[in-house]
């Protein structure tokens, strides 16, 4: 989660160009691997969609891991 939450931050300080920083159009990297395997389904929408799915990928990996947690400690309780 909280690579996450470092990772959104550098994009919107790349994208938006925040505290005297020059806009970076790469700056969306450290979201991509976090993102894995969701953001790959991104080709088959639309290009103004492409950010927001890369974005909120990694959401998807943390919301399963967080149910399979929950599900793990279910079970052994």
């Known amino acids: 989660m909280l690579a996450y ?4 931050a ?3 300080t790349g994208t938006l160009g925040l505290f005297g920083q020059s806009k970076d159009p790469i700056s969306g990297i450290f979201l991509l691997p976090l993102g894995l395997p969701w953001n790959l389904t991104a080709r088959f929408f639309t290009e103004s969609l492409n950010q927001w ?17 929950k599900l793990t400690r279910k079970k052994t309780s």
């Open 53 to 69: 799915i890369v974005i909120f990928a990694p959401i998807v990996n943390i919301v399963i891991l967080w149910q399979s947690a």
């Open 5 to 8: 939450v470092g990772a959104a």
């Open 10 to 12: 550098i994009f919107v």
